[in-house]
């Protein structure tokens, strides 16, 4: 009963004040100076009843609970930085930006221009200032413009936090209140930091960071005095204000707050002839975002743990990207697809991990957005991954002890009696029709040779293969192990190129899986840790065979029977291990390969699954190529490293190099496929290669098996 009746004595008031300044504004607009005085006592009277009766009635505003709880929340951005702390994203819904910083963050001459046109004896007078309220009424009505704010920045914050714009003398009187109680809880920098983050500026931009970037593209911090005076210009009514819809109606309110800050001295008149002498340039910024591809990830993981509305949190997240070495990678992948465009190549990807912790350092999932499939990511798109996945069937063969890495295996024509078309005969095809006879295991890895790598498996198993590739973090061979058939090891079935890359990380981490991981740690608003990532590691192989295996993949000799001495897999002055591959029909080519401290993964094709030209595009002559330039770049200025021999292997010589053995391993007599050892020193020779080119043949899962290397 009593807050109606007052409510009641304050609407009847209003009403009376009202009338009154009607009649004053219509003898005002007759130009004569008694109107000016008239005016200036009317509204004075009028503005004395708005704001001085209220005052008894602090403690009835009290008992109503001054400051209650906000009437609306601020969602704020989240923020994504790269490793080394810039920021790569800000993430918010569309049309709707906040980005609270603190206020020693906030440009000094913008701090300035606000408090000039808003509420020039901020620093001094109290927070309800009568005097200023009537000044700024006689002020306006004489010029006929608000330029004169008459609420404090207290009250505007009050307003801001705790009020609904109803216009209503009640609503005037809690503003006054509000205000008050806040200047006594909190001090005038406090008041004034959380106002300019609070504070809306137009084109969706709450706070001043967030306007700084919206329209200049600048941090707050770095806001000139042209920019600050036209931002704090555009408070009373930033929509309507907007610089980019009303340029001349922004302008105008600028030399208002150039004016004001001449006024109090924080603008010489040859400072604020040079800003009003041109228009401020603008510069609209559509957000950041540095790495679009990884973004993507990041965003998906952030889902995953904050749920959708991840971009109102103001989240800062940190994760594992390398920056500069992802625009990098990003400017070789366009550059290698570029180049050979006349090959029908018109998609490229790039990962790179580091192996000793799983960090993604770079995630390139395309060419560029303008050229076909670019809004795809093939990052993460399972692709078939020709020869490359023979990494898993070679290191379950040698981890179960079925071979060693001089095991002579048969590499000639091959076909299986299923497997192949309506479940009729498989027949297994060498890379051009090249064979080679007998050949120790680590030249047939080395050379990519398909039907060694198919003897191999069957000899290891499907179920083995299928296993290692499993421990190793590939996913997307989710079928019953009876649904994948001897093309398993020549890489029929689509692998993303991310595990490619991590299952690189497993070898290159002597046997250790770091799996891979893009965000280390997340911080919420108030600067709690909500996450930080935990440290995984999973044992998949020992470490004798990640070392033969390493050793197979890093010689050069074990590759000279298909690709011959100069190949992109040889970088000067560095033991590198790699593994190519080339799918069916040249639709995909990749390049898998690791020093102890980088692995590299790429992919080059066409996102629409249209086939290269063949015969131009390989492993070596594609995938390889991006791969090494990146590889180069990357490990500039860093030492070469490699691994030092594990305990407990049997060393020994064969065909002038020295080999490894598994504990209960040796060499063998035995050829993979038949056949015996013949020739000096128990060589193994075998029928004569092909050295013609016959045809490539396919390797689709019901295919005859043909490109790989």
Do not use: C
């Amino acid at each position: 009963m009593i807050r109606d009746q007052f409510e009641h004595d304050w609407d009847h008031a209003r009403r009376l004040a009202e009338r009154a300044a009607g009649r004053a504004r219509a003898r005002l607009r007759r130009s004569v100076p008694h109107a000016t005085r008239l005016l200036a006592m009317l509204g004075l009277a009028g503005l004395a009843a708005v704001v001085l009766l209220p005052v008894p009635l602090t403690a009835l505003a009290h008992s109503y609970s001054a400051l209650p709880a906000a009437a609306r929340t601020f969602p704020s951005d989240t923020l994504v930085f790269a490793r080394g702390g810039q920021e790569i994203a800000d993430l918010h819904p569309p049309d709707s930006s906040r980005i609270p910083v603190p206020l020693d963050q906030v440009a000094p001459v913008m701090q300035e221009a606000v408090v000039d046109i808003e509420d020039h004896g901020y620093w001094t007078s109290p927070s309800f200032d009568l005097g200023r309220i009537v000044q700024a009424a006689f002020y306006d009505a004489v010029h006929r413009a608000p330029d004169q704010g008459a609420s404090t920045i207290e009250e505007q914050l009050a307003k801001i936090l705790y009020l609904r714009d109803n216009r209503s003398l009640i609503y005037k009187i809690k503003e006054i209140l509000y205000g008050n109680d806040l200047a006594s809880r909190l001090s005038r920098r406090q008041i004034l930091d959380e106002y300019l983050n609070d504070v809306y500026f137009g084109q969706g931009a709450t706070g001043v960071q967030a306007a700084a970037e919206t329209y200049f593209g600048v941090p707050a911090s770095r806001l000139t005095a042209a920019q600050a005076t036209l931002l704090a210009g555009l408070l009373p009514a930033p929509s309507y204000l907007d610089p980019l819809n009303n340029p001349s109606g922004a302008r105008l309110r600028q030399r208002a707050v150039v004016q004001a800050m001449v006024t109090q001295g924080n603008l010489t008149e040859h400072e604020a002839n040079a800003i009003l002498a041109h228009p401020t340039p603008l510069h609209p910024s559509s957000g950041s975002n540095l790495a679009p591809y990884f973004i993507d990830q990041v965003q998906q993981w952030l889902r995953s743990h904050f749920g959708d509305l991840y971009p109102t949190l103001g989240l800062r997240v940190y994760t594992t990207l390398d920056l500069p070495l992802n625009e990098t990678a990003q400017k070789l992948v366009t550059q290698v697809v570029a180049a050979r465009a006349a090959m029908h190549m018109t998609d490229g990807a790039l990962v790179a991990e580091n192996p000793q912790n799983g960090d993604i350092e770079t995630w390139v999932g395309g060419a560029g957005p303008s050229l076909p499939g670019g809004q795809i990511d093939m990052a993460a798109v399972p692709r078939q991954t020709g020869s490359t996945f023979k990494i898993f069937t070679y290191s379950a063969a040698i981890a179960s002890h079925t071979i060693t890495m001089t095991t002579p295996i048969l590499d000639n024509r091959l076909t299986l009696p299923s497997g192949g078309p309506g479940g009729g005969p498989y027949v297994v095809h060498d890379y051009n029709g090249q064979y080679f006879g007998v050949v120790p295991a680590e030249v047939a890895l080395g050379n990519s040779l398909n039907v060694p790598a198919v003897r191999v498996e069957l000899a290891t198993g499907v179920p083995q293969v299928l296993k290692m590739a499993r421990a190793f973090g590939v996913t997307t061979l989710d079928g019953s192990d009876s649904s994948y058939g001897p093309s398993l090891t020549l890489g029929a079935y689509p692998i993303p190129l991310w595990e490619m890359a991590q299952a690189g990380s497993v070898l290159a981490a002597q046997g250790t899986l770091h799996p891979a991981r893009f965000v280390l740690r997340v911080i919420g608003r108030r600067g709690k840790v909500l996450y930080s990532a935990p440290t995984v590691t999973r044992r998949v192989v020992s470490s004798q065979v990640a070392f033969i295996m390493n050793t197979i993949l890093a010689r050069n000799s074990n590759r000279l029977l298909a690709f011959g001495p100069d190949t992109p897999l040889v970088l000067p002055g560095r033991t590198v291990a790699v593994k190519t591959g080339t799918s069916n029909s040249f639709r995909d080519n990749l390049a898998v390969g690791w020093t102890p401290t980088l692995v590299g993964a790429d992919w080059v094709g066409n996102a629409n699954d249209q086939p290269m030209y063949g015969g131009g595009i390989n492993g070596i002559s594609g995938a390889a190529i991006l791969w090494h330039d990146f590889m180069e770049a990357a490990l500039t200025g860093q030492p070469a490293q490699w691994y030092q021999v594990p305990s407990g292997m049997t060393v020994g010589q064969y065909q002038g190099q020295t080999v490894y053995y598994l504990p209960g391993t040796g060499p063998t007599n035995q050829v993979l496929g038949g056949g015996a050892l013949r020739g000096p020193g128990g060589r193994p020779s075998g029928p004569p290669g092909r050295h013609g080119k016959g045809p490539p043949g396919q390797n689709g899962q019901n295919g005859p098996g043909g490109p790989g290397g």
